[in-house]
């Protein structure tokens, strides 16, 4: 197996339990995060050697990420496992896969590549890549049937994680957080490479609030050792140190769950904050050029998930050079003001989390099985995936 980053870290843990109640002795490893590892994966090369986002940040590390997946391929070639998934990550991926299912080894891919959002044309490389695709949206099930290529639409496992009602009055007294007290969660991102571009403009905008909100207090969940070093570096660069700022390491969930309002970079957790029902402004940075070359290959007028999966501007999108400190915070604080926009938002996410949850782990458990050759002699011997 292979995730790149923190969320597929957490998808990948799902799958891999799901998959040890069918197949109690299979062996996992490959590349992934410490909750893989929790579960039982064994880790040859960390998840964030792949946490690289944007042309020029991926040419920057290209060599030392060719070299990782040159050695990985080597070791699944000479001894091949049953089955290889590859989870999101598909520039590094898909590449892989299509090397070991030219071998005859089964080339799983979870998460779909959003060849819906930009650079469709990709499809064609999958189809020479893929044994299988596990779908986590339900438009993509059809995108793939119609190129013949094996496809499993399975749900959003955070839609299953996550309740369908959240207390936030329950999670504000775990986290000792006055009830009446306006609070703002900000996440910049899992990268190190997201934290480089959004880390500074995220406090500027904790400090724009702080200035409408004297009495709010902000959250901020950090992924790994490394992000909360920036994070850190960045607050005493911009002299904010004495902002009512609680760093988090993880517990993103929470910190969205206590929030008024989220704060949030583009990718996996525009998607948890809309399955906690969370008014939330989309922001998102990048070198100037990969941005211009993004813009020029994207097909839809969104980029945030929530707003993708509804079709419509739910939540606002600030992008590049719109994503300025005083755009932000004017409307995060309008959203948090606007009590019937809260409520619209709220029923809108329940029909899109309503929709997303579907048993994802165990759907894509059952898909992975039946990709594998006798999978009836497996559940006495290891077996390497």
């Known amino acids: 197996m292979v995730a790149g980053e923190a969320s597929g870290d957490l998808l990948a843990s799902h799958l891999i339990r799901a998959l040890k109640q069918r197949l109690p002795h299979a062996h996992f490893f490959g590349i992934g995060g410490p909750k893989m590892q929790a579960a039982g994966f064994q880790v040859l090369f960390p998840a964030e050697k792949l946490a690289v986002r944007g042309y020029v940040e991926v040419l920057r590390h290209y060599r030392e990420i060719a070299g990782i997946r040159r050695e990985l391929l080597s070791r699944l070639l000479a001894e091949p496992p049953q089955a290889f998934i590859g989870v999101d990550a598909p520039d590094f991926n898909l590449h892989l896969e299509k090397r070991l299912k030219q071998h005859g080894i089964p080339a799983i891919h979870y998460v779909s590549p959003s060849i819906w959002a930009w650079r469709g044309k990709r499809i064609r490389g999958i189809a020479q890549s893929v044994s299988h695709m596990l779908a986590m949206f339900p438009f993509e099930e059809d995108i793939y049937r119609r190129s013949n290529i094996p496809v499993t639409y399975i749900g959003h496992p955070l839609a299953d994680v996550i309740p369908l009602e959240v207390s936030r009055s329950a999670l504000r007294e775990k986290l000792d957080i006055p009830q009446d007290q306006i609070v703002f969660a900000l996440l910049p991102g899992s990268r190190q490479s997201e934290l480089h571009y959004m880390a500074e403009t995220f406090i500027e905008t904790a400090k724009c609030l702080h200035q409408r909100f004297p009495l709010a207090r902000f959250l901020v969940p950090l992924a790994t050792r490394e992000t909360r070093d920036m994070f850190e570096h960045a607050l005493y660069k911009l ?25 949030v970079a583009s990718g996996t957790a525009t998607l948890e904050a809309a399955l906690l029902k969370k008014p939330m402004v989309i922001a998102y940075r990048m070198s100037p050029w990969s941005w211009r070359l993004m813009r020029r290959l994207k097909y839809q007028p969104w980029i945030g998930l929530p707003n993708i999966l509804s079709g419509q501007f739910v939540v606002p999108e600030f992008l590049q050079d719109d994503a300025t400190p005083d755009n932000l915070a004017q409307a995060l604080g309008n959203q948090v003001e606007d009590q019937e926009s809260c409520r619209r938002i709220a029923t809108v996410f329940t029909h899109l989390h309503e929709q997303l949850r579907q048993n994802s782990a165990e759907r894509a458990a059952d898909a992975i099985l039946g990709c594998l050759k006798r999978p009836e002699a497996w559940t006495t011997a290891p077996q390497a995936v």
């Open 239 to 263: 002299a904010a140190r004495e902002l009512p700022i609680t760093r988090l390491f993880g517990h993103a969930h929470d910190a969205m769950g206590v929030a008024d309002g989220v704060l």
